[in-house]
């Protein structure tokens, strides 16, 4: 018995959970309870990055919700039911119901996968040859620092964008809280000793994260996460409203455009490069060098970001 | 492990994504409409992550030319685990725009249910008048300044 096969079981089973459940917290709670366990697949999968982004990043989405409900039902949060399942659908989604239906059914036969083995050219080409053009020996640090490099730039450039509109949709008159305000956590003497033992190891393992990117399982996007879930056990346990989040929003675009200059030193790294032709020993170097520079790069402007979009919402549950 | 000769592995995601199809046609609150959305992208990312674990499932990180020598033929395919991880991030940006954007509908509106949501919006909206979610912020904006 494989052990996907459990975790598969406990995923359709939290799934039933969010389906059938109409008090709001559960739901949010169960989702958080899915995304952990989908990270679990992805993990027996052989996909450890692809597991750390996922289980932090619903880690994440879960505070979003939480305030979501906190602002849309207020008191009565903790037990507000939204209704049941509207029965009641137009002609359209009738026929837009009837068509899933029986997509559904018919994806149960079909098989998706292709019979004949898939080429496997660029899967062998990236792991035989990712430690000497990229360097490093996590080869999804390779492909997303070095082969991508631009990729990954757009992708951050859209968290930039992600970010700015969240701030523009959140901006009323009242844009910023006064300090004096304590955090509902101080009430509870074990929760908030217990963040303040925690809270600097998960600054020590983000940056560990960070640092080790290009030689074990982490990056920056993993890394930059935990950074900024320890910004979260400051806000709980330092009593701090008044944090420089423009300053940080600055901070973030100008750590953009230096990634974005990170991405020429690439030019300088390959085989067939000027270093390489004349001083062949320092290439694994220069490598290391830059897949450190831009995965730290990486890590901060995501934990800018994801700051920035976390105080954007505390303002908005404190308004 | 097989069901209509296919694997559960393979028959796993697309499960998922019908069930949040179905999910997102007949949800009528907004918060399980984003739930579901969320359901979808993991659905999504389970299908190319268990396809890329066709020949292996070992981790593609090569620690030493022995190792790689020794279990080139069952790493997990590295290619669609860097695109997954761009996939997350791009679904948590739009994740985190969404509730946003209902918060500011429901600061204007004062509802999560998405039928009164859309009586609401096109009462407002008969004399075609194109609404935009900004001029909804400019409007509450405007209202919070003369108050």
Redesign the interface.
Known sequence: M?I??IL?FL??AS?SM??FERR?YR??IY?CI??LL?SL??L???????AM??AA??A??II??IV??E??YGKDARKAT?????KK?GAI?KI??AF?FV??IA???I???PQID?N?Y???Q???R??DDVGG????GA??MGY?LY??LF?AL??V??VM??G???????DYIKSGKTSDVKRDRVAFYSIRIISPLILIFGIYLIMNGH???G?G?QGGVAVACFFICRYMIHNIYDMPVNKVLKMEELIFVALAAVAIITVFIDTNSVVYQNFPEHLTTFQNIHLILANSLVGMK?ACGFFV?FY??IT?ERM | MEIFGMSILELFPIVLFFISIFGLITANNVIKSIVYMIILNGGVITFWIAMGSRLGRIPPILETPYHLENYFYTFADPVPQALMITTIIIGFCVTAINIIMINTLHRKYKTTDWKSLTELANKETEGGYDHTLSDVVYEIQDKEAEA
Request: overall charge neutral; charged content about 10%.
């Open positions: 494989d996907v096969y598969i995923c359709m799934l969010i389906i709001v739901i949010i989702t899915f995304s989908i697949v992805y027996a999968l052989g996909s450890p990055d692809v982004a996922e990043i619903g994440y989405a979003f919700f979501a409900a602002k849309y939204i209704g049941p399942t509207s659908n989604g837009i119901l899933i997509g559904g994806a149960l036969f098989n998706f996968y898939a496997l660029l899967r062998n990236y792991l035989l990712a430690g020996q996590n080869v999804i492909i997303l991508r990729d990954t992708e859209l968290l964008i992600a509109a969240v523009h949709l959140s901006w009323f008159s009242k030689i074990s399982a990056g996007f995501v979009l954007r919402y908005i």
